[in-house]
């Protein structure tokens, strides 16, 4: 059975897609064992709380150095005993030893189809009002392993949604996490945690 942990910031429906699909029994060996918010105020902890999953708070602004900032994730992920670390909505840089730490471990979910509308400045609703000014006519989103490069690792799931005349960013967003986040997420989870993700350099091969 695989310890996941789980980071977030905000309001956590991801987390909620995760903690829904477990319950169902549709992530199989593996656990949510705990959360870790970079915000205290996030309402994904009230998710945690509800489904009995224990949770801390760890804020880049408590360090001055970011390095330090940086030692203390790792350390407390570490503690975690974490196989896994699911980045649900979580909206502060990871540093590199973090990264180092975990390698080829760290899942993050994306709200567009990588390599559009990613990287630097690209989060939440901002990738929503891009792909919008830009005009195209799908979008979707991306669960990919986590490296260096921001939203550049390799990808393992993706899935395509339309975008329709007089969308606003508010309601792309909400399509797209109803028809894709929560659904190639914990998929993505299932995945990892029963081991049939091989990753080939910079891209992976799923074995069902
Ligand atoms: C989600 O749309 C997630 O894909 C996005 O933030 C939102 C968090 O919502 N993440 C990024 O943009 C990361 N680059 P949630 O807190 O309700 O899961």
């Known amino acids: 059975m695989k310890n996941i942990v789980v980071l977030v910031s905000g309001g956590g429906t991801n987390l909620q897609a995760l903690l829904d699909a477990q319950d169902r029994g549709e992530i199989t060996n593996g656990r949510i064992t705990c959360v870790i918010s970079s915000n205290p105020k996030a ?3 009230t998710r945690a709380d509800n489904h ?13 150095e970011f390095e330090a900032y940086d030692s203390a994730l790792t350390d407390l992920v570490r503690s975690k005993n974490a196989d896994l670390v699911v980045l ?5 840089i990871l540093g590199s030893q973090f990264i180092k730490s975990f390698e080829n471990r760290i899942i993050n979910i994306h709200p567009a189809l990588i390599p559009s509308f990613c990287g ?3 989060y939440g609703l901002r990738v929503h009002e891009e792909a919008l000014k830009r005009g195209v006519k799908v979008t979707g989103a991306t669960a990919h392993f986590v490296n260096e490069v921001c ?3 390799p990808i393992i799931l993706q899935k395509a949604v339309e975008i329709k ?9 909400k399509r797209v996490m109803e028809q894709a986040e929560w659904k190639i997420l914990p998929k993505a989870v299932d995945l990892f945690c029963n ?4 990753i080939i350099g910079s891209t992976t091969e799923i074995t069902e």
């Open 43 to 45: 309402y994904a902890l």
């Open 52 to 64: 009995g999953v224990p949770h801390e708070v760890i804020r880049r602004r408590d360090f001055t």
């Open 88 to 92: 649900a909505g979580f909206m502060t």
């Open 120 to 122: 630097e400045g690209y």
């Open 151 to 153: 939203d550049g690792g």
């Open 165 to 173: 005349n007089g969308d606003t960013p508010e309601t792309l967003q």
């Open 195 to 198: 081991d049939k993700i091989k």
